[in-house]
């Protein structure tokens, strides 16, 4: 893995000097020396071990010896989870219910935040008031003010706040930004992103404790979430302010309960229109009802189109069949050009199936184990990437803000006072 990560920033970052204007890129093509001695560790906590936070921590696990690193602590208030996080980091790491005894471990240099949202804002200013530095996972926060406080905090004390946007370490994420830099789509007219799924998103809760609903399926009420917004949109929002390489001047959009009317409180479906400076739309939706178009982020230019997820850019001027399949095409032309076949001329398309060019040979590589390896070399570097946390920001302003917008029903502005 360290060798394939390193190969792909040698030959596809430091080629480009358009990407060189991203200082979270620059960060990974000169990483910290790693060293195997004690003084060199770096020692980490993961705070919130559910389902992500239990990837999380797998990844951790599969990095830790050719990082140096060691994981000290874990700790979740939800009995399951706490008994599954201990036995996942071995005897050495000591298993908190209470996070704030985990920031008083002075041995301590990170956390890694994965609990439900609504707890992110307070455990990520206390631990960098206490001197930690801060991964946590996206969205920032619940509410608008504690995203602010977030940033605020970061700033204020200068401690790291990496905000878990994985598809900013995403070979082939970063070719394809760079193709947009490169112009090879031309101008970017339009963006489109959806997220459809086909379940209700619950989990099962213990029939002899319903007092627990709440705890356990937290995606599904406002008090701690906004389900499709700041659980999936959040990421996909990112992706669009990447590309653009701003952030949108106003969203519209709206949403509703239209298929799961089991007393969940946030939307299972929405549509949104993010709009840019220079007229540019990004166009949202997601679902909880119908899964047949998946996800993807689509960027559409004049002269091409790329559609991330699966890896894949398709040119407004193909390139010709070869072989047979020009000869037939020709064949074709030569017989229908002259043939009114509704209209004055037809021609079969058949034989030109053009299915695009794959973006990047590097689709394999593990993007949430760059993300934390990157994370560990910010930690033994001592300070924030530029830039790097201002997307985890606006990604997370701008996906509340969609939800103000469905609520409303107006078109919504960025208030003045979250401007960084």
């Excluded at 705070?47 to 602590?73: F, M, P, Q």
């Excluded at 980091?89 to 219910?97: I, T």
Aim: charged share 25%.
């Amino acid at each position: 893995m360290e060798n394939s990560r390193r190969d792909f920033i040698k030959t596809s970052l430091l080629a480009s000097s358009a990407l060189m204007a991203y200082p979270w890129l620059k960060a990974m093509a000169n990483p910290a020396e790693i060293g195997k001695s004690a003084s060199d560790k770096v020692r980490v906590a993961v705070i919130g071990v559910g389902s992500r936070g239990s990837g999380l921590l797998h990844n951790l696990l599969a990095i830790k010896d050719s990082h140096n690193i060691e994981i000290i602590a874990v700790c979740d208030n939800y009995e399951p989870h706490f008994q599954r996080a201990g036995k996942l980091a071995g005897s050495n790491a000591k298993a908190f219910y209470d996070y704030r005894k985990v920031l008083d471990m002075p041995d301590l240099d990170a956390v890694i935040i994965a609990t439900p949202l609504h707890q992110h804002a307070h455990i990520a200013i206390d631990a960098m008031l206490a001197g930690k530095q801060v991964f946590c996972e996206k969205a920032m926060a619940r509410h608008l003010d504690n995203v602010k406080q977030m940033a605020d905090t970061h700033y204020k004390t200068g401690k790291i706040l990496q905000i878990g946007h994985q598809r900013m370490f995403d070979p082939k994420y970063i070719k394809a930004i760079q193709y947009v830099k490169e112009n090879r789509i031309g101008q970017v007219t339009q963006i489109r992103a959806y997220w459809h799924r086909n379940n209700d998103w619950r989990r099962p809760v213990p029939k002899d404790k319903p007092e627990l609903e709440r705890k356990i399926n937290w995606r599904l009420y406002q008090e701690y979430s906004l389900g499709l917004m700041t659980e999936l949109a959040s990421h996909q929002i990112q992706v669009a302010n990447w590309v653009k390489d701003m952030q949108p001047i106003s969203v519209m959009g709206a949403g509703s309960i239209n298929y799961w009317k089991d007393g969940r409180e946030v939307y299972d479906n929405v549509a949104l229109i993010y709009s840019y400076a220079d007229g540019t739309q990004f166009i949202y939706d997601s679902m909880t009802s119908n899964r047949f178009y998946g996800l993807e982020e689509q960027i559409l230019g004049d002269k091409g189109t790329l559609e991330l997820e699966t890896n894949k850019m398709f040119s407004e001027n193909p390139p010709k069949p070869a072989g047979i399949l020009q000869l037939i095409n020709d064949i074709e032309h030569g017989i229908f050009d002259n043939i009114p076949i509704g209209g004055a001329s037809w021609v079969p398309e058949t034989a030109m199936k053009y299915k695009g060019e794959y973006i990047s040979d590097e689709f394999e590589l593990n993007e949430t184990r760059l993300q934390l390896e990157a994370f560990v070399d910010t930690i033994r570097k001592g300070k924030p990437i530029l830039g790097l946390f201002e997307q985890g920001y606006q990604a997370s302003v701008w996906a509340l803000l969609g939800q103000k917008a469905m609520e409303s029903g107006q078109k919504v502005f960025l208030p003045k006072e979250l401007e960084l």
